[in-house]
């Protein structure tokens, strides 16, 4: 990981004019509404996976396979475009980023095979990646305050309602394998003529085509804040990832309760409480929310496996809400840690490698829980997995206290 000087600036580098405060609060509306819709369409495939597995007769492995295409395309995409919106403007990438998501939409709707499958959440991810850092960077160009919270929210309510609609349009809807897909398919479509309704929010600036060599970049001063993180942000996305691939058939599994709501309830249990968490930790310092954060995502995931390994349904259920807090409190801790020391042109760069190590976390022990899944059962792997969790978040936990410890020391000797 690279680390670039910060150049002491007097003020912002030179931007079109940003819109008045009422036409902002619009703008970013709009933006964070792409931003939900992105990670909505993320989540869709979840409450389907077990349709897709009863009609093309794959295995738990090659779920896992499916799952993590998506998330290794997005860090594709990440390492190649986080920082193309700093050159090309925002509108543009978040443009390119709308149309390879109706490609993928498009995909999904033809797919008569899990190639296909894998093939739709390729494009996805790489276009979910192009979105990511343009519409976040967006949001903190329009709205610097508020960016980092809307920007914490989206990827929770998005899940949710992803999770929650698409098991609403299978089981209420015609087509099940291909109603939700159409209806995103209109979705994206009136987004990407909305967004050049929308202004520009930073000045373009040479060298987009340099900009796509694959590189992490990380601004001086906010390696040390990044760092610090690293284990809570992992923590979080292991555990996001585990929801959203290997939950369902483990619910199903454990409980003999055959419903696909059971699956997205549970989902959305932990996406709607992370976003919940998101709105009280406002109120709270930056330490105290990712101690909070720490502590309710280990008592939560633990409540969630012990419920699994009884076969309790409400057990999982309750421990998802609380694991819920602190999926929502720790990644927002961890974006008001790192982000806002970042100068408007690193800003983009640096939400691409804030999403690299999420994603990282989010797909490759996925992809190793349903290689454990073959060999040594669904329960036994999930267990392996918990404790993985619960180990990076005890870290976390003792590096904040540490650190809590050591400013304390410094300030008694001043």
Known sequence: MSTTQSVPQKSDPPRQTLPRRKSSLRYVALHGSTLVAFLAASSVPTPLYGLYQEKWGFSATVLTVVFAAYA?????????????????????????????????????????????????????????????????????????????????????????????????????????LHMVYAVLLGIFFVLLGLTWLTPETTERRPGALVSLKPRITVPSQTRKALLSVTPALMAVWMLGGFYLSLMPSLIETVTMVDTPWLSGIVVAALTLTGASAVLIAQKLSTFTTLMSGGLALGLGLTITLVGANLGVAALMLGGSVIAGFGFGASFLGAMRNVLPLAQPHQRAGLMGVFYIISYTAHSVPTIAAGYLVQHAGELVSVNIYGVVIVALVASSIAFLHTQALKRRDEEEND
Request: a positive charge; hydrophobic letters at 60%; zero cysteines.
């Open 72 to 176: 290794l395309a997005l860090l594709l995409s990440l390492l190649v475009t986080a920082r193309l919106s700093d050159h090309t403007g925002r509108r543009p990438a978040i443009s390119l980023a709308l149309g390879l998501q109706i490609a993928a939409m498009a995909t999904f709707l033809l797919a008569d095979g899990v190639g296909w499958l894998v093939a739709a959440r390729v494009v996805q991810g790489f276009a979910t990646g192009v979105a990511t850092a343009a519409v976040s960077a967006a949001v903190l160009d329009l709205v610097r305050a508020r960016g980092t919270l809307i920007n914490s929210m989206a990827p929770m309510v998005g899940m949710a309602i992803g999770s929650l609609g698409s098991t609403a349009l299978m089981v209420y809807g015609p087509w099940p």
